[in-house]
């Protein structure tokens, strides 16, 4: 597992909680919010709410296009309606409370998991019924949505920004060990922008670790 190295904007308080300030709060001169990413677990209540924690709903497939990917007309209705039972079985074994940055969870994301498994039939078509149009960074976010204490959002901008290599199957390990190092130090940074930022503790951590990567990356040259 190559270690994740974590970059300076993260120590920067002053940047970071403006960048998380103006993701979530920036307006269009309409009213609405401006990065429409901000509406992403929000929308519908979240996809971990209890009712629907445990399938794929049509708030899932919208709430991934605030993050600019979709899945094909055909790829939406095999996640709708779920055919061969996959979704429900591998999210019911995943619960709703498992945080990346506990050590318990490791069984879940790691090759053989169900986080592992979800992600490898959401992605890779190792396995058949792969939903059409989705792919590694659709996949993830749609976990990322279904679970988001505990898979990370992982897209170009954050791939780039931490120098990861280009096929990268250990992000989520890497993620963990850095949230759990110097006895938490980065999950209490990670809380502490939230909180300096008044974003709402319903954001999570993780969410706060992708936002600023995200919006840091979208400003370099």
Do not use: C
């Not at 309409?30 to 709410?49: M, V």
């Not at 979709?70 to 995943?94: C, F, Y």
Request: aromatic share 8%.
């Amino acid at each position: 597992m190559e270690e994740l190295r974590i970059p300076e904007i993260y120590w920067d308080d002053e940047k970071a909680v403006r960048l998380l300030v103006e993701y979530f709060t920036r307006r269009r001169m309409s009213g609405d919010l401006f990065y429409s990413g901000a509406h992403f677990e929000r929308l519908g209540g979240g996809g971990d709410t209890e009712h629907g924690a445990n399938r794929f709903d049509s708030a899932d497939l919208v709430a991934v296009t605030m993050l600019s990917v979709s899945v094909a007309p055909h790829g939406a209705m095999t996640l709708l309606t779920d055919p061969e039972g996959h979704w429900s079985r591998l999210l019911s074994r995943i619960p709703r409370d498992a945080r990346l940055e506990d050590p318990g969870s490791d069984a879940l994301m790691e090759k053989g998991g169900p986080a592992w498994e979800l992600w490898e039939r959401l992605a890779s078509g190792t396995y058949p019924g792969k939903p059409d149009g989705s792919g590694p960074v659709v996949a993830g976010k749609l976990l990322a949505r279904k679970r988001p204490h505990l898979v990370p959002i992982y897209d170009i901008r954050v791939k780039q920004l931490f120098r990861r290599p280009k096929v990268d199957h250990s992000f989520w390990a890497a993620l963990a060990a850095a949230l759990r190092a110097d006895g938490g130090a980065l999950h209490a940074r990670l809380v502490r922008l939230r909180d300096e930022a008044g974003i709402g503790e319903d954001i999570g951590v993780l969410r706060v670790f992708d936002v600023i990567a995200w919006m840091h990356q979208g400003r370099q040259p």
